[in-house]
């Protein structure tokens, strides 16, 4: 029994590369906007630790800036992965549908997760703190 394997154009494949490059750059961009105050207390709470702590942290003025690009990166991964495709069919009626990677759909959604945790931490945290008192 052979596998077979729908035709993809290289329209498809195009649109699954940029798309796998704004997920890994709306990941990184996550990690730069969590490195101020979220990205240090989780490495803590997993016990890793060290004067490199201190250059992380120092990435704390441009936090705005992470944000900003994370979610510009945010917003066009979601739109090249969840946007109506529309079939490319060629001269001999070959018709091709792009097909989004898991990865690349999980990655977006990680992203967007740490993000909104980078969002919300600062008002939680006191919540938390309140109680302890």
């Known amino acids: 029994?052979?596998?077979q394997s729908s035709p993809v154009s290289a329209d498809t494949r195009k649109g699954r590369t940029s798309a796998g490059w704004l997920a890994t750059g709306s990941v990184l961009g996550a990690l730069a906007a969590s490195s101020c105050c979220l990205l240090p207390f989780?490495?803590?709470?997993?016990g890793l630790g060290g004067a490199w702590m201190s250059a992380i942290t120092g990435l704390g003025p441009y936090q705005p800036y992470f944000m900003v690009?994370?979610?510009g990166l945010l917003l066009a991964?979601?739109?090249q992965v969840y946007r109506p495709a529309a079939e490319?069919?060629?001269?001999?009626?070959?018709?091709t549908v792009p097909i989004s990677s898991?990865?690349?759909?999980a990655a977006l959604w990680g992203a967007t997760l740490l993000l909104l945790a980078v969002l919300l931490v600062p008002d939680l945290v006191p919540m938390f703190m309140a109680g302890s008192q």
């Open 102 to 105: 898991h990865l690349v759909k």
């Open 77 to 79: 991964g979601f739109w």
């Open 88 to 95: 490319g069919c060629e001269a001999d009626g070959n018709c």
């Open 42 to 46: 989780v490495l803590v709470s997993l």
């Open 69 to 71: 690009a994370t979610g």
């Open 1 to 3: 029994m052979t596998r």
